[in-house]
C-alpha cells in the first residue's frame, strides 16, 4: 500500500544483535500496529500504538521493543535477537474506527 | 480471549467455479469481521467486511455471510478468475479495536 512504507524489505542478521524493522505511514493515522506472520499462526500482534508516545503491548511481545515519537513513525526493535523471531513483519496502521492497512512486509532471519 | 478459527487452509477450483472459506470465532462480543487478501510478497489488503447488525454483504463477485448465532462468517467467491489465486485471512474484533485476531489463512488457487 503506497501509504505505508517498510524497510529494510529483507533482512538477515545473527544471533544476539539488535536490529531495528522501520515503519512509515503517510496518512497521520492514529493507530499503528506490528504484526509477525508465521506459517500456521497468520498474523500476531506484536505490539502497538493509539498514537505518539502511547504503546502497548499485543499478543507477543517479548523480545521486542517499540517507540513512537512521532506520528508517522513506528519502529520496531529486536534488542537480542534469537532464531524464533525469524519471521515476515508486518506494520499497519488505521484511523479512528476504520479498518487496518498494511504495509508490504519485512521479512527477517536471524541465523 | 478470541480465537478464530479458519478452514480449509488449501483450497484449489477451476477457474469460473465458486470459491467458499469459512471461519469460527469465540467471542460473542466480537462484532466486526474483515477479509484480506494477500497477495505474494505483499501485505495483506481489505477485500470486504461485515459488521454483526448485518447478516451479508456484497461486493461484485465477492460476498460475506455472517452468522451470530452459530459465530460463524464465510467468504463466497463467485466465478473465480486466476488473479483471484492468493492467501486469504478472516479476522474477528470488537468495535475495530485494538487487537483484531487472525484465522490462520486460506490458500486459493485457482486452476485455468
Known amino acids: 500500500d503506497a501509504g505505508i512504507t517498510q524497510s529494510p524489505r529483507y533482512k538477515i542478521t545473527e544471533t544476539g544483535r539488535q536490529v531495528t524493522l522501520m515503519c512509515h505511514q503517510t496518512w497521520s493515522h492514529s493507530y499503528m500496529f506490528w504484526y509477525r506472520q508465521d506459517l500456521g499462526h497468520g498474523l500476531r500482534l506484536i505490539y502497538y500504538s493509539a498514537a505518539a508516545d502511547i504503546t502497548d503491548k499485543g499478543e507477543v511481545p517479548d523480545g521486542y521493543v517499540v517507540s513512537r515519537s512521532k506520528t508517522e513513525n513506528f519502529p520496531l526493535t529486536l534488542e537480542s535477537a534469537t532464531r524464533s523471531q525469524t519471521s515476515v513483519y508486518f506494520c499497519?496502521?488505521?484511523?479512528?474506527?476504520?479498518?487496518?492497512?498494511f504495509g508490504n512486509g519485512t521479512r527477517l532471519t536471524v541465523t | 480471549g478470541e480465537n478464530v478459527e479458519q478452514h480449509p487452509s488449501t483450497l484449489s477450483v477451476q477457474e469460473g467455479d465458486s470459491a467458499v472459506i469459512k471461519c469460527t470465532y469465540s467471542?460473542?462480543?466480537?462484532?466486526?469481521f474483515p477479509w484480506y487478501k494477500q497477495e505474494l510478497g505483499k501485505g495483506p489488503q481489505l477485500i470486504i467486511d461485515?459488521?454483526?447488525?448485518?447478516g451479508e454483504k456484497k461486493d461484485q463477485r465477492i460476498a460475506v455471510t455472517l452468522n451470530k448465532t452459530a459465530k460463524h462468517f464465510s467468504l463466497h467467491i463467485t466465478e473465480t478468475q486466476p488473479e483471484d489465486s492468493a492467501v486469504y485471512f478472516c479476522?474477528?474484533?470488537?468495535?475495530?479495536?485494538?487487537?483484531?485476531?487472525f484465522g490462520p489463512g486460506t490458500r486459493l488457487s485457482v486452476l485455468p
Open positions: 479476522a474477528a474484533s470488537y468495535n475495530y479495536g485494538q487487537n483484531f485476531v
Open positions: 461485515i459488521r454483526s447488525n448485518v
Open positions: 467471542d460473542s462480543a466480537s462484532n466486526y
Open positions: 499497519a496502521s488505521r484511523p479512528y474506527n476504520s479498518p487496518l492497512h
